[in-house]
């Protein structure tokens, strides 16, 4: 994979895992406010109601763990090209920092000492997409074809998976 295809992987990845954000996410939450500080609330009305159209077919996890994983993903893809795509001390460093921040996020929610609620699956989107951009960011200089064949495969086979989470939800009350 060029580089060029990295970072359009990379940005790809953050606008959509903001878009996802921003068109679904309840209003209550703070970025909202900032959007409305900054006179945006119109514009993001206009991005919500599209939205609303396709609310019905979009899997909750989808809404409310694929973005930290597409955000995780975009990350670890740009932090490669920052490094050159040069696996180091430095650049694994950097990696871990920002995996570990977010899985110790997750976890002060559960004891209450941050806003929001935890949520295993968000664990594993951090994971699989800290996972995904580091095997784009630093395999996929050597490896190309066979690297982006493994990532499509890996995705196809998470959104079979989508039948086990929403029974693990609607089992736990959620949906």
């Excluded at 359009?8 to 996802?20: D, E, F, K, N, Q």
Aim: glycine content about 10%; proline content about 2%; charged content about 15%.
């Amino acid at each position: 994979m060029s580089n060029r295809s990295l970072c359009l992987v990379a940005i790809t990845s953050l606008m959509i895992g903001s878009y996802i954000y921003i068109a679904y996410r309840p209003t209550d939450l703070l970025m909202f406010h900032f959007f409305d500080s900054l006179g945006l609330t119109i514009r993001i009305q206009e991005v919500r109601s599209f939205g609303s159209t396709y609310r019905g077919f979009i899997p909750n996890w989808v809404i409310f763990c694929a973005p930290n994983g597409l955000w995780m993903l975009s990350y670890m893809a740009l932090s490669a090209l920052v490094w050159n795509r040069q696996m180091s001390l430095a650049a694994f460093g950097w990696g871990i920092v920002l995996l570990a921040g977010s899985i110790l996020s997750e976890f002060l929610q559960l004891f209450k000492l941050l806003p929001g609620t935890f949520d295993v699956h968000d664990l594993v989107a951090y994971t699989v997409g800290a996972y995904l951009g580091s095997c784009l960011g630093f395999l996929g200089g050597k490896y190309g074809k066979a690297q982006a064949k493994y990532f499509v495969t890996f995705i196809a086979r998470i959104l079979r998976f989508n039948w086990l989470w929403k029974w693990e939800t609607q089992s736990r009350g959620k949906l």
